[in-house]
């Protein structure tokens, strides 16, 4: 091999590796995004957005307000498995509702999986 088409390899070798690692950061097979976005579009965004950043005419009426997905202490405070208790149970005297009458835990998960990897691009 000389030495440019070694360089080549190299570059085509790292872009492979890249794609692979983002791959397996992504947990959720698509058609999971798919009914979480669908969910997250139906029953949440009133609340939380359209980009989960929490501007919505109704956050104007709400204290706490909802939660926005897009700020960096969210990121940092929102792990998986509170976002689902907190779904699920709901936060007390905000809010937030329950929505496990509503929702079967897989769509709660669903809905999780999509708000963390396309609004807080967490990839998981
Ligand atoms: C009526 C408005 C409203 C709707 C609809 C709504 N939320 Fe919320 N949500 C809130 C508010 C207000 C908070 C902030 C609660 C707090 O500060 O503890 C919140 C917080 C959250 C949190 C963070 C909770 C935590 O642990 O801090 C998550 C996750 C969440 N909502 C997900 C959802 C999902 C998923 C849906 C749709 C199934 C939804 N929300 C629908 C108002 C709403």
């Not at 009133?46 to 926005?68: E, I, M, Q, R």
């Not at 990121?75 to 509170?82: F, I, P, Q, S, V």
């Not at 208790?85 to 009458?101: H, I, L, Q």
């Amino acid at each position: 091999m000389n030495f440019d088409r070694k360089i080549l390899f190299h570059a085509i070798s790292y872009l492979l590796m890249g794609s692979f690692l983002m791959a397996a950061n992504h947990h959720a097979p698509d058609s999971d995004i798919e009914t979480g976005k669908k969910i997250y579009h139906d029953r949440c965004k009133v609340c939380h957005g359209d980009h989960g950043d929490g501007k919505t005419f109704a956050a104007n009426a709400l204290y706490p307000s909802p939660k926005n997905f897009t700020a960096i202490k969210s990121k940092e405070e929102l792990t998986r498995d509170r976002m689902i208790r907190s779904v699920t149970k709901g936060r007390p005297k905000t809010a937030m509702m329950p929505w496990e009458n509503v929702l079967t835990q897989q769509e709660i998960s669903s809905v999780v999986n999509y708000i963390r990897q396309e609004l807080m691009g967490s990839g998981n």
